[in-house]
């Protein structure tokens, strides 16, 4: 096992969690979490916060970034760690990808008004701490409140998924462009649950080739989102492809997730941690 309590995949109010950099931090270390890192979704306003955040406990930081993908008509998530925040292109390229997220919310309104749901798009404003990044989960938040379903879970299966009455068809950057935002800023492109996409083998092999090629180096191998069973999975999977393993919870909110911050098991001890290879970006 590498024994380091590495979380390194969590949500601020900065996207769809509903704490704050610093009540994250402050979790995170209380859980006795060593290496921490913020991945807000397409969105790196908190990351001067959740670094100051965790040098005042002592924890050591990588920057990061979780980044909505279209692949093969699926959306995959793309994590980011150790870049430099300051890159143009990666700033760039995360602020064009939001535009889209208001006129995406608005029709997922249209969708539930038609369903019956009136006021979705206004409800699901009080929810969101970044006017920027409206998400799915803020409506589920809504839908929760309002008492049309008695939880997030059950939102996304009879509303905001595909086929259902709030879903609308988004593009999202190409894999690509993530990729190579993340990693000429200095950092790691890194697959996000790999589990949770619902590719046959065939894409999920295309998937990770074209990773690869465009020079992702790193795949989360323990996530909340994993099975102990895909911790084996995907453990094999990244060493047929030389990828570096990262560990991340995946925590948005104390009410909604299942795993807490530092709450995973251990990365087992015959795969590369992400933090060897970025050794050098990990801010003390
Ligand atoms: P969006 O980027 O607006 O499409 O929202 C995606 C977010 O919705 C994910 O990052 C999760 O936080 C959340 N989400 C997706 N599927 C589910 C689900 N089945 N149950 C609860 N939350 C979900
Ligand atoms: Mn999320
Ligand atoms: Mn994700
Ligand atoms: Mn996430």
Redesign the pocket.
């Known amino acids: 096992m590498s024994i380091l309590n590495a979380d390194l995949h969590c949500?601020s109010v900065v996207s769809?969690g509903t704490l704050t950099p610093e009540a994250l931090a402050a979790r995170a270390a209380a859980n006795g979490v060593e290496l921490w890192s913020l991945t807000d979704?397409?969105e790196i306003g908190g990351q001067e916060r959740a670094a100051a955040a965790a040098r005042s406990h002592g924890m050591k930081y990588l920057t990061g970034t979780?980044i909505?993908v279209t692949f093969a008509d699926h959306?995959v998530?793309i994590v980011g760690l150790g870049f430099d925040p300051r890159n143009d292109d990666l700033v760039q390229g995360l602020s064009r990808m939001r535009g889209g997220?208001d006129q995406?919310a608005r029709l997922m309104s249209d969708g539930l008004a038609r369903a019956g749901i009136h006021g979705a798009y206004e409800g699901a404003l009080k929810y969101v701490g970044n006017p920027d990044l409206?998400?799915?989960?803020h409506f589920?938040r809504f839908l929760v409140e309002s008492g049309v379903c008695s939880d997030?879970?059950e939102?996304?299966?009879r509303f905001?998924?595909e086929g259902k009455p709030g879903f609308v068809t988004?593009r999202w950057a190409p894999l690509r462009d993530a990729v190579q935002w993340i990693t000429r800023a200095g950092g790691m492109a890194v697959i996000a649950h790999p589990a949770r996409y619902g590719f046959t083998p065939n894409e999920e092999y295309a998937l990770f080739l074209e990773f690869k090629a465009h020079g992702g180096r790193g795949v989360e191998v323990v996530t909340g989102s994993h099975t102990t069973a895909e911790y084996v999975t995907y453990g094999e999977t990244a060493r047929e492809f030389g990828l570096a393993s990262s560990r991340g919870s995946?925590f948005?909110s104390p009410e909604?997730s299942r795993t807490d911050l530092g709450g995973l098991a251990f990365l087992p001890g015959e795969l590369t941690p992400v933090w060897e290879v970025l050794a050098d970006r990990i801010i003390q």
């Open positions: 949500h769809d979704h397409d979780e909505s959306t998530h997220r995406r409206i998400s799915r989960t589920a997030t879970n939102v996304f299966r905001l998924t988004h995946d948005h909604e």
